[in-house]
């Protein structure tokens, strides 16, 4: 065997990467053997490759998944700074999300009782309500939850505050809030509408933004207080009510976002979440 041929099993403790991993990254096209051996048969690595098996191990430690390594090698073989940044950016603001809510997890561990008190203290008792029409401004796209519904609410935001210098006379009558129209939760292609309830004239010239009416709904509702990344203990509240009573959800859901997370903690975050049901 030349020197520059390295069996799998050599290429695994140099590299640190399990047999069974190599075996995927060959699978994918991620890592794929350079060289075989003529008397063998066998697929060898070679020493060239090396930096690129360590460069996947780290990357995979940080969390990227293999379609997104595969980006960034590809990128960087590219010489394409723009995706690598864009990719290492979006990796930091998952990896800011995942920091506090293992915080949380933390508080709650330590303070927590054998009755699990704490955690259903965050969300208030389901009440029935009826809701009349609203007025609102919109906008929908696809996206993920964490950072989508931000920046939309921003834009309807700074729509509303270029407004008061023209011609329209527009006022906020309400919370910005964010429809859910998925019958599934999506990760990353989540289809997203977020509103601001308004009253007064509209001079519309952004094109993906509407004006439209939500209509009257009967829903059950609770506040829940805490982080938003939280926020889906309120629905599994108001789905154990529904249950409870015979109820059947007839809309996409409502999460209404009652103080500025400028402004407070996250602790101390208000969202009331609405569920239309007949």
């Known amino acids: 065997m030349k020197f520059d041929r390295i069996p799998i099993g050599k290429f695994s403790l140099m590299t640190h990467l399990t047999q069974k991993a190599l075996r995927l990254y060959d699978q994918k096209g991620l890592l794929v053997p350079e060289a075989k051996d003529a008397f063998t048969g066998y697929r060898c690595y070679t020493y060239s490759q090396i930096e690129r098996g360590v460069k996947i191990r780290l990357?995979?430690?940080?969390?990227?998944?293999?379609d997104e390594i595969s980006s960034l090698l590809d990128a960087e073989d590219n010489r394409d700074g723009q995706v690598i940044d864009e990719m290492m950016q979006k990796r930091y603001t998952e990896t800011q999300?995942?920091?506090?809510?293992?915080?949380?997890?933390?508080?709650?561990?330590?303070?927590?009782?054998?009755?699990?008190?704490?955690?259903?203290?965050?969300?208030?008792?389901?009440?029935?309500?009826?809701?009349?029409?609203?007025?609102?401004?919109?906008?929908?796209?696809?996206?993920?939850?964490?950072?989508?519904?931000?920046?939309?609410?921003?834009?309807?935001?700074?729509?509303?505050?270029?407004?008061?210098?023209?011609?329209?006379?527009?006022?906020?009558?309400?919370?910005?809030?964010?429809?859910?129209?998925?019958?599934?939760?999506?990760?990353?292609?989540?289809?997203?509408?977020?509103?601001?309830?308004?009253?007064?004239?509209?001079?519309?010239?952004?094109?993906?933004?509407?004006?439209?009416?939500?209509?009257?709904?009967?829903a059950v509702s609770v506040i829940h207080k805490g982080p938003y990344q939280e926020v889906d203990v309120a629905y599994t509240r108001i789905f154990e009510y529904m249950a409870e009573n015979g109820l059947e959800q007839v809309g996409p859901s409502r999460a209404l976002y009652l103080n500025d997370p400028n402004n407070v903690q996250e602790e101390e975050l208000l969202t009331e979440v609405q569920v239309p049901v007949k």
């Open 59 to 66: 990357l995979s430690w940080m969390g990227f998944g293999l």
């Open 97 to 218: 999300l995942e920091i506090r809510r293992l915080q949380k997890v933390q508080n709650l561990l330590l303070n927590q009782t054998d009755k699990l008190e704490l955690i259903s203290m965050s969300v208030s008792e389901p009440t029935t309500k009826d809701i009349p029409k609203i007025r609102v401004l919109s906008i929908r796209e696809t996206g993920s939850y964490e950072e989508t519904i931000g920046v939309l609410i921003g834009q309807l935001f700074e729509f509303v505050e270029s407004s008061t210098s023209t011609s329209s006379k527009i006022k906020l009558t309400g919370p910005a809030m964010f429809l859910c129209h998925d019958e599934e939760y999506r990760e990353n292609d989540a289809d997203i509408e977020v509103c601001l309830p308004i009253s007064g004239s509209v001079d519309l010239n952004v094109p993906s933004i509407n004006l439209t009416t939500l209509p009257d709904i009967k």
